[in-house]
Protein backbone atom coordinates (compact mmCIF):
# COMPACT_ATOMS: atom_id res chain seq x y z
CA UNK A 1 0.00 0.00 0.00
CA UNK A 2 1.37 3.70 -0.96
CA UNK A 3 1.68 6.34 1.47
CA UNK A 4 -1.67 7.66 0.07
CA UNK A 5 -3.56 4.55 1.67
CA UNK A 6 -2.75 5.74 4.76
CA UNK A 7 -3.43 9.49 4.07
CA UNK A 8 -6.61 9.29 2.44
CA UNK A 9 -9.02 7.54 5.06
CA UNK A 10 -7.51 10.05 7.85
CA UNK A 11 -8.09 13.11 5.68
CA UNK A 12 -11.35 12.17 5.16
CA UNK A 13 -11.78 11.00 8.78
CA UNK A 14 -11.19 14.67 9.86
CA UNK A 15 -13.26 16.27 7.09
CA UNK A 16 -16.49 13.89 8.03
CA UNK A 17 -15.82 14.58 11.45
CA UNK A 18 -16.00 18.67 11.10
CA UNK A 19 -18.48 18.88 8.55
CA UNK A 20 -20.73 16.51 10.92
CA UNK A 21 -19.82 19.50 14.10
CA UNK A 22 -20.64 22.08 12.07
CA UNK A 23 -23.88 20.19 10.22
CA UNK A 24 -24.51 19.69 14.17
CA UNK A 25 -23.89 23.44 15.28
CA UNK A 26 -26.06 24.77 12.42
CA UNK A 27 -29.00 22.49 13.41
CA UNK A 28 -28.76 24.95 16.78
CA UNK A 29 -30.34 27.85 14.44
CA UNK A 30 -31.96 26.54 11.27
CA UNK A 31 -34.31 25.40 9.60
CA UNK A 32 -35.70 28.50 11.26
CA UNK A 33 -39.20 26.95 10.16
CA UNK A 34 -40.11 23.74 10.80
CA UNK A 35 -39.75 21.59 7.48
CA UNK A 36 -41.22 17.66 6.84
CA UNK A 37 -38.49 15.03 5.74
CA UNK A 38 -39.95 11.85 5.20
CA UNK A 39 -42.72 12.68 7.43
CA UNK A 40 -40.28 13.87 10.42
CA UNK A 41 -40.79 17.72 11.24
CA UNK A 42 -36.85 19.27 11.84
CA UNK A 43 -36.80 22.60 13.08
CA UNK A 44 -33.17 24.13 14.53
CA UNK A 45 -33.11 23.82 18.45
CA UNK A 46 -33.19 27.70 19.30
CA UNK A 47 -36.27 28.21 17.17
CA UNK A 48 -38.66 25.40 18.02
CA UNK A 49 -37.55 26.17 22.00
CA UNK A 50 -37.41 29.99 21.43
CA UNK A 51 -40.08 30.45 23.65
CA UNK A 52 -39.40 28.16 26.13
CA UNK A 53 -35.89 30.00 26.32
CA UNK A 54 -37.85 33.13 26.74
CA UNK A 55 -39.95 31.93 29.90
CA UNK A 56 -36.89 30.56 31.52
CA UNK A 57 -34.81 33.50 30.78
CA UNK A 58 -37.39 35.71 32.15
CA UNK A 59 -37.56 33.98 35.06
CA UNK A 60 -33.64 33.79 36.08
CA UNK A 61 -33.68 37.52 35.41
CA UNK A 62 -36.46 38.23 38.03
CA UNK A 63 -35.48 35.85 40.19
CA UNK A 64 -32.01 35.64 40.64
CA UNK A 65 -29.90 38.40 38.17
CA UNK A 66 -32.44 41.54 39.10
CA UNK A 67 -34.49 40.84 41.57
CA UNK A 68 -36.59 43.73 43.54
CA UNK A 69 -35.58 42.61 46.85
CA UNK A 70 -32.06 43.18 46.03
CA UNK A 71 -32.50 46.22 44.32
CA UNK A 72 -34.23 47.24 47.29
CA UNK A 73 -31.39 46.76 49.85
CA UNK A 74 -29.22 48.68 47.44
CA UNK A 75 -31.11 51.82 46.84
CA UNK A 76 -32.54 52.12 50.53
CA UNK A 77 -28.73 51.79 51.66
CA UNK A 78 -27.40 55.12 53.88
CA UNK A 79 -24.60 55.64 51.73
CA UNK A 80 -26.24 56.67 49.00
CA UNK A 81 -28.49 59.42 50.82
CA UNK A 82 -24.48 60.34 51.84
CA UNK A 83 -23.44 60.54 48.25
CA UNK A 84 -26.94 62.74 47.54
CA UNK A 85 -26.58 65.02 50.66
CA UNK A 86 -24.24 67.35 48.89
CA UNK A 87 -25.95 68.12 45.94
CA UNK A 88 -29.55 67.91 48.33
CA UNK A 89 -27.91 70.39 50.89
CA UNK A 90 -27.04 73.03 48.10
CA UNK A 91 -30.74 73.07 46.92
CA UNK A 92 -32.14 73.41 50.06
CA UNK A 93 -29.66 76.24 50.90
CA UNK A 94 -31.30 77.85 47.63
CA UNK A 95 -34.38 77.25 48.42
CA UNK A 96 -33.97 79.16 51.82
CA UNK A 97 -31.73 81.88 50.54
CA UNK A 98 -33.28 82.86 47.45
CA UNK A 99 -36.66 81.12 46.22
CA UNK A 100 -38.01 81.76 50.15
CA UNK A 101 -37.29 85.34 49.46
CA UNK A 102 -38.74 85.30 46.39
CA UNK A 103 -42.24 83.89 47.48
CA UNK A 104 -42.41 85.57 51.24
CA UNK A 105 -40.37 88.67 51.11
CA UNK A 106 -41.39 89.82 54.54
CA UNK A 107 -40.27 86.03 56.18
CA UNK A 108 -36.74 86.11 54.78
CA UNK A 109 -36.36 89.25 56.38
CA UNK A 110 -36.32 87.29 59.99
CA UNK A 111 -33.97 84.20 58.44
CA UNK A 112 -30.19 85.26 59.12
CA UNK A 113 -27.72 82.65 58.30
CA UNK A 114 -27.82 80.87 61.38
CA UNK A 115 -31.74 80.00 61.08
CA UNK A 116 -31.35 78.91 57.70
CA UNK A 117 -28.11 76.27 59.13
CA UNK A 118 -30.57 75.01 61.65
CA UNK A 119 -33.45 74.53 59.13
CA UNK A 120 -30.88 72.77 56.79
CA UNK A 121 -29.79 70.52 59.77
CA UNK A 122 -33.58 70.11 60.61
CA UNK A 123 -34.17 69.26 56.84
CA UNK A 124 -31.17 66.82 56.21
CA UNK A 125 -32.08 65.03 59.65
CA UNK A 126 -35.71 64.28 58.52
CA UNK A 127 -34.50 63.34 55.26
CA UNK A 128 -32.35 60.96 56.81
CA UNK A 129 -35.43 58.65 58.34
CA UNK A 130 -37.48 59.90 55.44
CA UNK A 131 -35.74 58.64 52.62
CA UNK A 132 -35.37 54.69 53.50
CA UNK A 133 -39.41 54.69 54.19
CA UNK A 134 -39.77 56.76 51.24
CA UNK A 135 -37.73 54.20 48.52
CA UNK A 136 -38.79 51.13 49.92
CA UNK A 137 -42.37 52.36 49.41
CA UNK A 138 -41.64 53.31 45.84
CA UNK A 139 -40.15 50.19 45.31
CA UNK A 140 -42.92 47.86 46.21
CA UNK A 141 -45.22 49.93 44.30
CA UNK A 142 -42.74 49.87 41.40
CA UNK A 143 -42.48 45.50 42.02
CA UNK A 144 -46.29 45.42 41.88
CA UNK A 145 -46.74 47.44 38.44
CA UNK A 146 -43.65 46.40 37.23
CA UNK A 147 -43.47 42.59 35.67
CA UNK A 148 -40.26 41.92 35.35
CA UNK A 149 -40.39 38.26 34.13
CA UNK A 150 -42.83 39.37 31.54
CA UNK A 151 -40.96 42.12 30.44
CA UNK A 152 -37.81 39.77 29.57
CA UNK A 153 -39.88 36.92 28.44
CA UNK A 154 -42.10 39.03 25.93
CA UNK A 155 -38.71 40.51 24.79
CA UNK A 156 -36.74 37.51 24.15
CA UNK A 157 -40.03 35.78 22.44
CA UNK A 158 -40.72 38.87 20.25
CA UNK A 159 -37.00 38.33 19.04
CA UNK A 160 -36.77 37.35 15.18
CA UNK A 161 -34.66 33.88 14.49
CA UNK A 162 -32.11 36.14 12.49
CA UNK A 163 -31.39 38.42 15.93
CA UNK A 164 -31.71 35.67 18.22
CA UNK A 165 -28.42 33.48 16.04
CA UNK A 166 -26.50 36.88 15.72
CA UNK A 167 -27.13 37.32 19.79
CA UNK A 168 -25.76 33.39 20.12
CA UNK A 169 -23.26 33.67 17.72
CA UNK A 170 -21.88 36.83 19.03
CA UNK A 171 -21.39 35.13 21.97
CA UNK A 172 -20.21 31.45 21.25
CA UNK A 173 -18.43 32.07 17.96
CA UNK A 174 -15.06 31.17 19.37
CA UNK A 175 -16.58 28.17 20.82
CA UNK A 176 -18.31 27.14 17.35
CA UNK A 177 -15.09 27.51 16.05
CA UNK A 178 -13.10 25.09 18.93
CA UNK A 179 -16.04 22.61 18.54
CA UNK A 180 -15.75 22.30 15.00
CA UNK A 181 -11.94 21.98 15.20
CA UNK A 182 -12.51 19.03 17.92
CA UNK A 183 -14.76 17.11 15.53
CA UNK A 184 -11.99 17.45 12.92
CA UNK A 185 -9.58 16.36 15.44
CA UNK A 186 -11.67 13.45 16.58
CA UNK A 187 -12.97 12.39 12.95
CA UNK A 188 -8.62 12.71 12.67
CA UNK A 189 -7.95 10.35 15.52
CA UNK A 190 -10.91 7.95 14.14
CA UNK A 191 -9.08 7.58 10.79
CA UNK A 192 -5.97 7.24 12.13
CA UNK A 193 -7.24 4.21 14.21
CA UNK A 194 -8.70 3.32 10.92
CA UNK A 195 -5.75 2.72 9.00
CA UNK A 196 -3.94 1.40 11.86
CA UNK A 197 -6.42 -1.61 12.12
CA UNK A 198 -6.39 -2.25 8.28
CA UNK A 199 -2.33 -2.07 8.01
CA UNK A 200 -2.54 -4.46 11.15
CA UNK A 201 -5.41 -6.88 9.37
CA UNK A 202 -3.23 -6.60 5.39
Known amino acids: MTWTHYI ?18 KMLFHPRDPINILGIKIQ ?4 KNQKLIAQK ?5 SRELLSFAEIEKKV ?18 SFLRDKLKDTFPMLSMF ?9 K ?10 FPVLMKSYMTKLEQELDLEKIVTEKVASFSSNKLEDILNQITK ?4 FLELV ?6 MIGIVQVLVQSFIH
Open 57 to 61: LGQVV
Open 174 to 177: KEFK
Open 8 to 25: FPVIISAFTGWVTTWIAI
Open 121 to 130: AAFLMELESL
Open 111 to 119: IGDKTINQL
Open 76 to 93: TDPENLSKLKPEIEKHID
Open 44 to 47: GIFP
Open 183 to 188: GAVFGM
